[in-house]
Protein backbone atom coordinates (compact mmCIF):
# COMPACT_ATOMS: atom_id res chain seq x y z
CA UNK A 1 0.00 0.00 0.00
CA UNK A 2 1.27 3.49 -0.46
CA UNK A 3 2.23 5.34 1.81
CA UNK A 4 0.32 8.97 2.39
CA UNK A 5 1.80 11.26 5.48
CA UNK A 6 0.23 14.41 6.52
CA UNK A 7 2.79 16.90 5.85
CA UNK A 8 4.52 19.11 9.14
CA UNK A 9 6.91 22.08 8.83
CA UNK A 10 9.53 19.80 8.50
CA UNK A 11 8.40 18.56 4.96
CA UNK A 12 8.01 22.07 2.92
CA UNK A 13 11.38 21.76 1.46
CA UNK A 14 10.37 18.07 0.22
CA UNK A 15 6.90 19.62 -0.63
CA UNK A 16 7.59 23.08 -2.34
CA UNK A 17 9.33 21.76 -4.87
CA UNK A 18 6.79 19.48 -6.70
CA UNK A 19 3.92 21.57 -6.39
CA UNK A 20 6.29 24.24 -7.87
CA UNK A 21 6.75 21.35 -10.90
CA UNK A 22 2.90 20.74 -10.75
CA UNK A 23 2.12 24.11 -11.26
CA UNK A 24 4.45 25.37 -13.85
CA UNK A 25 2.77 21.96 -15.44
CA UNK A 26 -0.74 23.07 -15.53
CA UNK A 27 0.64 27.00 -16.15
CA UNK A 28 -0.07 28.35 -12.81
CA UNK A 29 1.36 31.89 -12.25
CA UNK A 30 3.33 31.68 -9.30
CA UNK A 31 6.65 32.53 -7.74
CA UNK A 32 7.99 30.15 -5.00
CA UNK A 33 7.56 32.91 -1.86
CA UNK A 34 4.03 33.54 -2.92
CA UNK A 35 3.89 29.25 -2.92
CA UNK A 36 5.73 28.96 0.54
CA UNK A 37 3.36 31.56 2.06
CA UNK A 38 0.06 29.07 0.97
CA UNK A 39 2.07 25.75 2.22
CA UNK A 40 3.15 27.02 5.48
CA UNK A 41 -0.45 27.50 7.19
CA UNK A 42 -1.25 24.18 5.79
CA UNK A 43 1.68 22.68 7.47
CA UNK A 44 1.44 24.58 10.37
CA UNK A 45 -2.24 22.76 11.16
CA UNK A 46 -4.22 25.13 10.11
CA UNK A 47 -8.27 23.99 10.17
CA UNK A 48 -8.50 24.87 6.54
CA UNK A 49 -6.85 22.37 4.79
CA UNK A 50 -4.48 19.37 5.23
CA UNK A 51 -1.48 18.44 2.83
CA UNK A 52 -0.05 15.09 2.19
CA UNK A 53 3.01 13.62 1.17
CA UNK A 54 2.51 10.33 -0.86
CA UNK A 55 5.40 7.63 -1.13
CA UNK A 56 8.18 7.49 1.59
CA UNK A 57 7.75 10.35 3.72
CA UNK A 58 11.56 11.68 3.31
CA UNK A 59 11.71 10.75 -0.44
CA UNK A 60 7.77 11.52 -1.81
CA UNK A 61 6.67 10.94 -4.77
CA UNK A 62 3.89 13.08 -4.64
CA UNK A 63 1.49 15.35 -2.75
CA UNK A 64 -2.47 15.66 -2.15
CA UNK A 65 -3.85 18.45 -0.89
CA UNK A 66 -7.61 18.59 0.41
CA UNK A 67 -9.34 22.20 1.82
CA UNK A 68 -11.89 22.14 4.10
CA UNK A 69 -15.73 23.92 4.23
CA UNK A 70 -18.97 23.91 5.81
CA UNK A 71 -22.24 22.97 3.82
CA UNK A 72 -25.93 23.23 5.09
CA UNK A 73 -27.18 20.83 2.33
CA UNK A 74 -24.98 18.24 3.33
CA UNK A 75 -25.11 18.61 6.59
CA UNK A 76 -21.52 19.92 7.71
CA UNK A 77 -17.73 19.72 6.40
CA UNK A 78 -17.38 19.35 2.68
CA UNK A 79 -13.78 18.73 1.34
CA UNK A 80 -12.37 19.56 -1.76
CA UNK A 81 -9.26 18.30 -3.38
CA UNK A 82 -7.01 21.76 -4.63
CA UNK A 83 -4.39 19.34 -6.05
CA UNK A 84 -3.14 15.92 -6.53
CA UNK A 85 -0.08 14.88 -8.02
CA UNK A 86 2.11 12.32 -8.77
CA UNK A 87 5.18 12.33 -10.28
CA UNK A 88 5.13 11.87 -14.11
CA UNK A 89 7.53 9.04 -14.64
CA UNK A 90 6.09 6.66 -12.06
CA UNK A 91 2.59 7.46 -12.86
CA UNK A 92 -0.08 4.36 -13.95
CA UNK A 93 1.05 2.10 -11.22
CA UNK A 94 -1.77 2.32 -9.01
CA UNK A 95 -0.47 4.84 -6.34
CA UNK A 96 -3.41 7.18 -7.04
CA UNK A 97 -5.99 4.58 -6.44
CA UNK A 98 -4.49 3.53 -3.88
CA UNK A 99 -4.07 6.73 -1.87
CA UNK A 100 -7.79 7.83 -2.61
CA UNK A 101 -9.05 4.28 -1.67
CA UNK A 102 -7.12 5.20 2.01
CA UNK A 103 -7.82 8.77 2.18
CA UNK A 104 -11.46 8.42 1.79
CA UNK A 105 -12.60 6.26 4.79
CA UNK A 106 -10.38 8.49 6.91
CA UNK A 107 -11.93 11.71 5.45
CA UNK A 108 -15.46 9.99 6.18
CA UNK A 109 -13.99 8.63 9.89
CA UNK A 110 -13.55 12.85 10.60
CA UNK A 111 -17.17 14.02 9.21
CA UNK A 112 -16.23 15.15 5.75
CA UNK A 113 -19.30 14.52 4.31
CA UNK A 114 -18.45 15.14 0.53
CA UNK A 115 -15.27 15.39 -1.21
CA UNK A 116 -15.29 17.37 -4.50
CA UNK A 117 -12.68 17.13 -7.42
CA UNK A 118 -12.70 19.51 -10.46
CA UNK A 119 -11.37 17.06 -13.47
CA UNK A 120 -10.37 18.57 -16.87
CA UNK A 121 -13.71 17.34 -19.54
CA UNK A 122 -10.39 15.99 -21.82
CA UNK A 123 -8.64 14.34 -18.64
CA UNK A 124 -10.16 10.56 -19.34
CA UNK A 125 -7.16 9.24 -17.19
CA UNK A 126 -8.52 11.61 -14.03
CA UNK A 127 -11.64 10.57 -14.86
CA UNK A 128 -11.20 6.98 -14.50
CA UNK A 129 -9.70 7.29 -11.58
CA UNK A 130 -12.16 9.07 -9.69
CA UNK A 131 -14.76 7.22 -10.54
CA UNK A 132 -13.20 4.15 -9.41
CA UNK A 133 -13.72 5.57 -6.38
CA UNK A 134 -17.10 6.58 -6.39
CA UNK A 135 -16.90 10.01 -7.74
CA UNK A 136 -19.72 11.14 -9.90
CA UNK A 137 -20.13 14.05 -12.44
CA UNK A 138 -21.71 16.82 -10.98
CA UNK A 139 -23.07 18.94 -14.50
CA UNK A 140 -26.37 20.83 -12.07
CA UNK A 141 -23.60 23.62 -11.59
CA UNK A 142 -21.02 25.61 -13.77
CA UNK A 143 -18.19 26.12 -11.32
CA UNK A 144 -17.73 29.78 -11.59
CA UNK A 145 -14.84 31.72 -9.19
CA UNK A 146 -13.69 35.13 -8.61
CA UNK A 147 -10.07 36.11 -7.62
CA UNK A 148 -9.33 38.61 -5.14
Sequence with gaps: MTALHIANPDDLDRLLPMVMSCHAHHGVSQNEEECRAALEPLLEGVPHGVAYLIGPRRSPVGFLVVSFGWSVARG?????????????????????????????????????????????????????????????????????????
Design 76 to 148: GIEGRIDTFWIREAIRGRGMGTEVLFGLLPALGEHGVRALHVQIGRDNTRGQKLFGKAGFVADDADARMVRVF
